[in-house]
């Protein structure tokens, strides 16, 4: 029971999904986070926006 109380460390953060530093943006159509190095920008009414698909950018664009 106690092991179960004791977090390993892997469980604290997960570096290897998102190191320390890296900014993230959320994507307006599916409100999924990720790293801005390797989001898609789009302008969409005069306004740019963040996306991690052009399929998300399309669909944003179309509401």
């Not at 092991?3 to 409100?31: E, Q």
């Amino acid at each position: 029971m106690i092991r179960s109380l004791i977090a390993r460390p892997a469980d604290i953060h997960d570096t290897a999904k998102t190191p320390i530093g890296t900014d993230m943006v959320k994507d307006p159509n599916c409100n999924t986070y990720i790293p801005l190095k390797s989001a898609i920008v789009g302008n969409v009414k005069g306004k740019s926006h963040y996306f991690c698909s052009k399929e998300c950018e399309k669909e944003y664009s179309n509401k």
